[in-house]
């Protein structure tokens, strides 16, 4: 069993920034997938990013992409994402979860995820 805690959310104004963590508990990042999710009121949750056991692959989703950034500090065993031009429609309840990998792979899909954290809520006004 793995416990992940986010951290860093709140209220800003569109264009500010954001930087969300993800501790990890309870085992280490090493050998585990991270990426997170959103989701936002009335829909289902979507994929934001997600980073290989390494921290050596990432991959974004499109509506992200050059503006968000994931990381990883496996000694300290954290997740990172940077939110930068921060827009309304990125309001969501934000989610990082964590899957076993046996290589390093990225991980896009809900459902191979095996850990996910309580949420951080993310609020971005016009």
């Known amino acids: 069993q793995v416990q992940l805690v986010e951290s860093g959310g709140g ?3 569109a ?15 090493i050998n585990y997938a991270g990426g997170w999710f959103r989701q936002a009121p009335g829909k289902e949750r979507e994929f934001v ?5 390494s921290g050596g692959r990432t991959y974004y989703a499109d509506s992200v992409k050059g503006r968000f ?3 990883r500090d496996i000694a300290k065993n954290t997740l990172y ?3 930068n031009g921060l827009k309304p429609e990125d309001t969501a309840l934000y989610y ?7 290589w390093d ?11 996910w954290g309580q ?8």
């Open 11 to 13: 209220l800003v104004q």
């Open 15 to 29: 264009g500010g920034s954001l930087r969300l963590s993800c501790v990890a508990s309870g085992r280490t990042f």
């Open 49 to 53: 990013t997600a980073i290989s056991r």
């Open 69 to 71: 950034t994931i990381s």
């Open 81 to 83: 994402l940077q939110m």
């Open 96 to 102: 990082c979860a964590a899957g076993s990998a046996a």
């Open 105 to 115: 792979m990225v991980r896009e899909r809900s459902h191979e995820y095996d850990y």
């Open 119 to 126: 949420g951080t809520q993310v609020t971005v006004s016009s």
